[in-house]
């Protein structure tokens, strides 16, 4: 089973500024890597998948890169609406498909 | 515009056989996988398994002896049955889509639905 770690499990970020969020693999992906973000109550949003690639309607402050291992989520300009849970998930090696444990995003 | 809907009992005892029913509106059942993933209060995804064309299926190896993902695409629906759950099985249970064939990556997802194992 591959495993996903995220850092930090929580991040504390100022509205307007830039969030890096970082998501590591215990053995290759390539880039078979999605990430999502989570509201409270809500599903969890698929934002980038193929690494890199947004999902539809996602607006481009979202960033995906890396490849391989190790992973990072980017997002420019911190709006409120940003403030949630994010996670990275593999799916280059299944079953199972495996998700990281999530990092906190939280208004600083 | 493809929506789920999961359905199924909020309260399970322990032992016994946990069931679940993802309805598929606004497409057919018949491509894509259909999975369902879950997550404990607090915590995060776990992946428990998905099913093709209402045929192939493939289960979290953590899971596998205890799980069985069925389809009915007449009826445009899917399936979840947990057999002899615990109490670290109450879990919020979600139905989701990939975004395409082959690329599990989830683009659709139900709202979850939130089940207890409790006596």
């Known amino acids: 089973e591959i495993v996903m770690t995220q850092s930090p499990a929580t991040l504390s970020v100022s509205p307007g500024e830039r969030a890096t969020l970082s998501c590591g693999a215990s053995q290759s992906v390539s880039n078979s890597l999605a990430w999502y973000q989570q509201k409270p109550g809500q599903a969890p949003r698929l934002l980038i998948y193929?690494?890199?690639t947004r999902a539809t309607g996602i607006p481009a402050r979202f960033t995906g890169s890396g490849s391989g291992t190790a992973f990072t989520l980017t997002i420019s300009s911190l709006q409120s609406e940003d403030f949630a849970v994010y996670y990275c998930?593999?799916?280059?090696?299944?079953?199972?498909?495996?998700f990281g444990q999530g990092t906190r995003l939280e208004i600083k | 515009q493809v929506q789920l809907q999961e359905s199924g009992p909020g309260l399970v005892k322990p032992s016994e056989t946990l069931s679940l029913t993802c309805t598929v509106s606004?497409?057919?059942?018949?491509?894509?996988?259909w999975s369902w993933i879950r997550q404990p209060p607090g915590k995060g995804l776990e992946w428990i398994g998905y099913?093709?064309?209402?045929?192939?299926?493939n289960y979290n190896p953590s899971l596998k002896s205890r799980v069985t993902i069925s389809g009915d695409t007449s009826k445009n629906q899917f399936s979840l049955k947990l057999r002899s759950v615990t109490a670290a099985d109450t879990a919020l249970y979600y139905c989701?889509?990939?975004?395409?064939?082959?690329?599990?990556?989830?683009?659709?997802w139900g709202q979850g639905t939130m089940v207890t194992v409790s006596p």
């Open positions: 606004g497409g057919s059942t018949s491509s894509y996988y």
């Open positions: 099913i093709y064309n209402s045929g192939s299926s």
């Open positions: 989701a889509r990939n975004i395409s064939p082959g690329r599990f990556a989830y683009d659709i």
């Open positions: 998930q593999q799916y280059n090696n299944w079953p199972p498909i495996t």
């Open positions: 193929g690494a890199s």
